[in-house]
């Protein structure tokens, strides 16, 4: 399990935005954004068809 990035409350505006954009970024890629859908890994015996699937799942995550 990942540690969720803590929110930043600096009393300084645009760090703290810069702080949650980077948050949800990376609590996007990671899975850790609320009702982000678990990724469990492939069998060893998986299609190509479910390893091309699976890549897109990733991708998806990762570029949006």
Known sequence: MKV????LNT???EIDRFGEAAKQNLDR???QQKNAAKLSP???T?????QIA??????E????
Do not use: K, Y
């Open 4 to 7: 969720a990035v803590p929110s």
């Open 11 to 13: 009393g300084n505006a």
């Open 29 to 31: 890629m990671t899975g």
């Open 42 to 44: 492939l069998p060893s």
């Open 46 to 50: 998986a299609s190509t068809a479910e």
């Open 54 to 59: 699976r890549l897109n799942a990733l991708l």
């Open 61 to 64: 995550r990762l570029q949006g």
